[in-house]
Nanobody, 125 residues
């Protein structure tokens, strides 16, 4: 089992920045891809970013390219999502997840086995 805990979400003004953290306990997830997803009220969960086990490959949904950066520190069992130039449409609960099924930088929710509880990000206009 892998337990994931997200932190760092808060209310921020449009144009501001936040860094989310995803800390793992239990089994190390250093060998697994990790992704960030988000879910706004009344909407389905959507892919945001993913990172390969080595950290050498990343992938982003178009709406966050150039603004968000996913990274990982495997020695700390932690994955980060640096979010810059935040927009109101970024408001959502953000979840991190680890994949035992995927390779590279998977984007589909069903490819992820372990999920955190989520952290709320609210971007005001």
């Amino acid at each position: 089992q892998v337990q994931l805990v997200e932190s760092g979400g808060e209310l921020v003004q449009a144009g501001g920045s936040l860094r989310l953290s995803c800390a793992a306990s239990g089994r190390t997830f250093s060998s697994y891809p990790v992704g960030w997803f988000r879910q706004a009220p009344g909407k389905e969960r959507e892919f945001v970013a993913s990172i390969s086990w080595s950290g050498g490959s990343t992938y982003y949904t178009d709406s966050v390219k150039g603004r968000f950066t996913i990274s990982r520190d495997n020695a700390k069992n932690t994955v980060y999502l640096q979010m810059n130039s935040l927009k109101p449409e970024d408001t959502a609960v953000y979840y991190c997840a680890a994949s035992m099924l995927g390779m590279g930088t998977p984007t589909a929710t069903h490819m992820y086995n372990y999920w955190g509880q989520g952290t709320q990000v609210t971007v005001s206009s």
